[in-house]
């Protein structure tokens, strides 16, 4: 009997032959067969240059640039031979916790940037969502001219655009010459080292700027006083928002026109049958359609202006006083100026992690709550139904 158990236990099944719980026992399937066997292999046979050659030009150098932010390589030589002495984690160390010229210009440069953000990607993003509105007006002629003509800018050379900005903002250019026409004695752009804030306050009478207040300057908080975080952007800074913004805003412009085209003409007339009005036609309709191209534009602006170099190195590289230096070129200039590849390649890292941290934040705060309700409020549902 245990023999006769154990061959019938090991027995295979048939087509057609009865499970123990009385229904039809299934084939035994090998993985990969069917009808679509050949296209799993033909597809990964397609994609496999492309793999291959992000893996080598992408992946590859990501890797040994990380590994190189663990070193202190000079660029003399290969940072992967045994010569080279590690610094383990002390290139993010001192961008961070120690006292010294790098966590302070690293600070410095983290401070410009996050006034660079907060004042370009609100701007460009305005501006793109109404100038989308104006050339999608159907009533209006000559639509495709104001199109390529908002969206040129996006096309042209920034380093070319980046020196016509720079005789615009000249002591003796056209900004400062209409300016002084309305009786304005125009800054010196790209020579005063103070913040927009404080220049402000200066003109207000509230604070000295040259003899800023003690409470201010004496608590320091990673490398800078309070002053110096709320000093705002410098007007050089305020030159490249004003540039960045008119260069950007017509990419963006496409994005919001793409997308209200796709807005279903039966909407915005059952509002207006219903008596909306213009305002509350925008808030209540147009505004939710736009949602995912907004988080598309306001996504691409988070990560376009925390990567901002090429304006930066043209136009001012990183002067005056350090008022306009960010992360990327800071990442630049430690690496290919001051040959400290280690601590160049660390501060890419850095930014990196800050942009996918931002970015996440983000797309938490712009979720759709109504498309999926939370775990808990499923559970209970099930809880009640049953």
Known sequence: MAVTGGVEGTRARVPGQLSRGGRPARTPRRRGAGIYGPQARTGWLFVAPVIVILGLFMLLPIAMALFVSFTRWNGQGSPFTGHVPMAGTSNYTHLFTVDGLARQDFMTSIRNNIYYVAMVVPLQTVLALVLALVVNNRMMKGRGFFRTAFYFPSVTSSVAISVVFLFLFANSGAVNAVLRFFGIHGPAWFSDPRGLIQIILGHLGLVDPDAPPPALTGSHLLGLSAWDWLSGPSVAMCAIIALVVWTTSGTFMLLFLAALQNIPVELEEAAR???????????????????????????????????????????SKGAPAKTTLTPAYLSYRTAFVDFDYGSGAAIAFVLFAIIVVLTLIQRFVMRDRDARPPKRRRVRRLQEQS
């Open 273 to 315: 049958i219903d008596g909306a009005t213009r305002w509350q036609l925008f808030r209540r309709v147009t505004l939710p359609q736009l949602k995912p191209a907004m988080f598309l534009v306001i996504t691409l602006g988070l990560i376009g202006t925390w990567q901002v170099f090429d304006q930066i190195y043209v136009m």
